[in-house]
């Protein structure tokens, strides 16, 4: 059950884009189409973003996009906004039938 | 609309127990997996437990295992951690998060709690 690594930060121009990688192994993100990423302010719950890798539930703007190759997923935020500065988190769906989470990005927006 | 209240958290010294508890509502409760996810202070998320509709399954991280149970009534639409043998590292806001979006799943979650603080200290 180790954690998936992410990079603890990164930042953006407004109107850049971003890509925040998430890197696993085979007994989780290369082996399952099962990667979510999750979006965290200060003080508040985490949102879920994406889902089943590059799905977007309801009401996330289509700024925001995943994709995976092998081990490693990714997300990408297009057109940065000062509002999508936040930590986020990726998770997969692991061999152990159980779920882990990345160690989190903070993404600053300059 | 989707929500979930956490509450049960507090001050606790180390080796004493605790029970959280999640009230949901606006949703079919009984149709969807169930998670506690934490956060340490400053940290980031880790999956603590989860279980299905049933209760005929339910799975922990080995920091937990023995220490913590899961549980859930859904006659009450409520979902519960009792947390014994606490520990100092256990010290964590925890947060009370539906499986989604689909019924079978237990690795997302698209709806979450606000979350309740848990300080175990002496």
């Known amino acids: 059950q180790s954690a998936l690594t992410q990079p603890a930060s990164v930042s953006g121009s407004p109107g850049q884009s971003i890509t925040i990688s998430c890197t696993g192994t085979s007994s989780d993100v290369g082996g399952y189409n099962y990667v979510s990423w999750y979006q965290q302010h200060p003080g508040k719950a985490p949102k879920l973003m994406i889902y089943d890798v590059s799905s977007r539930p309801s009401g996330v703007s289509n700024r925001f996009s995943g994709s995976k190759s092998g081990n490693t997923a990714s997300l990408t935020i297009s057109g940065l906004q000062a509002e999508d500065e936040a930590d986020y988190y990726c998770s997969s769906y692991t061999s152990s039938d159980t779920p882990v989470f990345g160690g989190g990005t903070k993404l600053t927006v300059l | 609309e989707v929500q979930l209240v956490e509450s049960g958290g507090g001050l606790v010294q180390p080796g004493g127990s605790l029970r959280l508890s999640c009230a949901a509502s606006?949703?079919?409760?009984?149709?969807?997996?169930m998670t506690w996810v934490r956060q340490a202070p400053g940290k980031g998320l880790e999956w603590v437990a989860n279980?299905?509709?049933?209760?005929?399954?339910?799975y922990y991280v080995d920091s937990v295992k023995g220490r913590f149970s899961i549980s859930r009534d859904n006659a009450k639409n409520s979902l519960y951690l009792q947390m014994n043998s606490l520990r100092a590292d256990d010290t964590a806001v925890y947060y009370c998060?539906?499986?989604?979006?689909?019924?079978?799943?237990?690795?997302?979650?698209?709806?979450w709690g606000q979350g309740t603080l848990v300080t175990v200290s002496s």
């Open positions: 279980m299905n509709q049933d209760g005929s399954e339910r």
């Open positions: 606006g949703l079919r409760f009984s149709s969807y997996w």
């Open positions: 998060a539906k499986g989604g979006p689909r019924t079978t799943t237990k690795e997302t979650f698209d709806y």
